[in-house]
């Protein structure tokens, strides 16, 4: 059964999926919120953590998602990159989801169940 959410909770994430930079953010957005709506939370797009900004996070759980578009995530220096801002995450108590743009693009929607998964995961614990 659905949860029903507040007006403000619903603009809250139309603001959220406003501040991605790409059309793929923007599609994983959508999918997220809609992912996240039974467990009544919310993301956080463009999330500064640190040295760091993350593509989306949900603090209050510390997940860390990032979307790995291929202009920006496939030199032997971008990818160095990228492992340093994962273990810094990790070691601050992050959990660190990567997808690449193509996976978001072929199925954004299984690609933010892998992330309810972790939350069902979590509460179960």
């Not at 603001?15 to 999918?31: D, V």
């Not at 996240?36 to 593509?55: I, K, M, N, S, V």
Request: glycine letters at 4%; aromatic letters at 12%; a negative charge.
């Amino acid at each position: 059964m659905p949860v029903s959410e507040s007006v403000e909770e619903m603009f809250y994430k139309i603001e959220q999926c406003n501040k991605n930079e790409s059309p793929i953010e923007a599609q994983f957005a959508l999918a997220l919120a809609s992912e996240l709506t039974p467990y009544r939370l919310t993301f956080d797009a463009q999330y500064q953590c640190g040295p760091y900004r993350l593509d989306f996070a949900i603090p209050v759980l510390s997940i860390a998602i990032e979307i790995d578009g291929k202009a920006f995530h496939t030199t032997p220096k971008q990818r160095q990159h990228d492992a340093k801002k994962d273990t810094y995450l990790r070691n601050n108590g992050w959990r660190v989801f990567r997808f690449t743009g193509s996976e978001v693009y072929k199925d954004a929607v299984g690609c933010a169940h892998a992330i309810g998964c972790c939350i069902m995961n979590l509460e179960s614990l």
